[in-house]
Structure formats: structure tokens, C-alpha cells
């Protein structure tokens, strides 16, 4: 069954999130940003923190979740990694709970999507509810686990290079592929 071409992202997020922007404080920003690469998102902020809702727009299906952005001296404090100052509800969950297993699966309909965002506010409550007050002293440890995580995968990315592609330069590299020496 292809998806229902006709969701009005906006006033879900509005339905299902309204307890979180009155409880929290958020101030819901009343339009959806499109990347230009499938996915709309619409934000809502308090100080240094950003509520991202995502919709990823498929041929067949819709794809729902919502992050966290820090910023500011709120983000700076979460954590020394810049890049990790953002990070999904799902992520969050997980490095609180490992136990914790996503509900994310595509929607097709309004209801669908509506149901995906409600288990969103859900696990956004659970695990996020400190944060979202303005408490960040559970971020680092998750930021600093996905860091570590991520610079073991790289390590391992690059342990099962050749050594010789190990220490080519960028030039070498370059001429190795367009056969100049």
C-alpha cells in the first residue's frame, strides 16, 4: 500500500507535543523546514535547547523521529565533543537503557505517523525529561560512550587497511587512480 501523500506534519507535532511545550517550556516554531533531501523538520526551542521533529519522505513510506540539540553554554557544558551536542531520542534512550529497543518503523497513513510521534513523546519523557528541564548531567556520559564507539569503528576501519594505503598521501593517492607517478 503506498503512503498517504497528504500529512499535515505541523499539526501532529502540534497535537501529540503540546503537553511537552506547555510542561517544558518550548516555543513551537510554526513551520517546516524542507533539506531538499527528503526529510521536513520543525523545531521548538527553549534557550539552548532545540526539540527537532523529523518526517523522512520515502516513496512508500514516512520515516519519524525527534532529536535534541544543545547549544550555547548548555551545550557546553553537556559535553566537550561539538558534534555530539545533537543527538536523537533513540540514542539517548539507548545509552541510558541498553535494553531500550526503538519502535521506529516507516508509516503510511496520518495514523500511522501520528502513532510513531506519540512513541517519540513517550520515550522523550521517559529518558529525556531531566534534560529537557535543563539538567544535562546524564549528555556527557552518552556523548562520551558514542564518541568512544565511534573512534573504535574507526580504528577498525583503519587497522584492516594495507599498511602501504595507510601511510599514502592524499596526492599519492590521487595519482595511484588517475595512473601518474
Known sequence: MPKDPNIDFLSIIKEVFSSVFNDYGFVLNDKAGWDGRGENTITASKGDIDINFYIGISQLFYYCSAGIKLSGEIGERATAHAKYRSMGISAIAKGMDPNYKSNNRGAQTAEEVKKAFEEER???IKYCKNILLGDVSSWSPIANQLADDWNKKQNS???KQKP???????????SKLFGKK
Open 122 to 124: 513517550d520515550d522523550m
Open 164 to 174: 602501504e594505503e595507510k601511510s599514502d598521501s592524499v596526492m599519492a593517492k590521487l
Open 157 to 159: 576501519v583503519n587497522n
